[in-house]
């Protein structure tokens, strides 16, 4: 049972355009939700974090975007660089889980120059 | 400076074998995990371990034992290898919070021929 979907796997940007990169869940009991951004051959890399306290939570050029009420988040990379095309996956956790996180299947991002 | 490294990279072994893959991490954190990548590309956990103490135990079959000998080391030991279990495994490591994000290997790609 999926408990974190992504359901785009794969999306295409121009350079310096929007990328958005969506994530849905369905454990209300959620309440710490993380990006990661991977590349071939290495391992997932933590990109930004948001918790349930906050609907929004922005770093640099990333942008996660929490929707609690539909249980949804996004992450915006703007402007987007041809080398944010990775493999990104959204997890969440909540106090009740443990240490225990949840991962959607990635969605890949690829940013054409 | 590596923070999570995990060998070998690269393992192919035939069926019926025992192999070892080995994970060290150098954060200071006191809980390790191991997940596994299947081709589906789902990242799903297997085993998390809180200094020394298994505390994650998922469905898993038997035949993978982990095995932590201090805080800093977590490894995977696969008895009677089966083709099923051809996968990428990645092991991670955090601090023992709920809403701390995992630090990941770069993984080790395992093919059962």
């Known amino acids: 049972d999926q408990q974190v979907k992504q359901n785009s796997p794969s999306l295409s940007v121009q350079e310096g355009r929007i990328s958005i990169l969506n994530c849905d869940y369905t454990?209300?009991?959620?309440?710490?939700f993380l990006w990661y951004k991977k590349y071939p051959a290495e391992g997932p890399t933590f990109l930004i974090s948001?918790?349930?306290?906050?609907d929004k939570n922005e770093d640099g050029r990333f942008t996660v975007f929490l929707n609690k009420s539909a249980k949804h988040l996004s992450l915006h990379i703007v402007p987007s660089q041809p080398g944010d095309s990775a493999v990104y996956f959204c997890?969440?956790?909540?106090?009740?889980?443990?240490?225990?996180?949840?991962f959607g299947t990635g969605t890949s991002l690829t940013v054409i120059p | 400076d590596t923070a999570v490294s995990q060998t070998p990279k690269y393992l192919v072994t035939q069926m019926g074998n025992d192999k070892s893959i080995k994970c060290e991490q150098n954060?200071?954190?006191?809980?390790m995990y191991w997940y596994k990548q299947d081709s589906k590309k789902f990242l799903k956990i297997m085993f998390s371990?809180?200094?020394?103490?298994?505390?994650i135990n998922e469905t898993v079959p038997n035949r993978f034992s982990p095995k932590s000998p201090d805080k800093a080391h977590l490894n995977l030991h696969i008895n009677s290898l089966e083709l099923g279990d051809s996968a990428v495994y990645f092991c991670?490591?955090?601090?023992?919070?709920?809403?701390?994000?995992?630090?990941f290997g770069n993984g080790t790609r395992l093919t059962v021929t």
């Open positions: 454990n209300s009991m959620f309440d710490y």
């Open positions: 997890a969440a956790s909540a106090l009740n889980t443990g240490n225990q996180f949840y």
């Open positions: 954060l200071g954190h006191d809980t």
């Open positions: 991670a490591s955090s601090r023992r919070s709920y809403n701390s994000p995992l630090h």
């Open positions: 371990y809180n200094n020394k103490e298994l505390i």
């Open positions: 948001i918790s349930s306290i906050k």
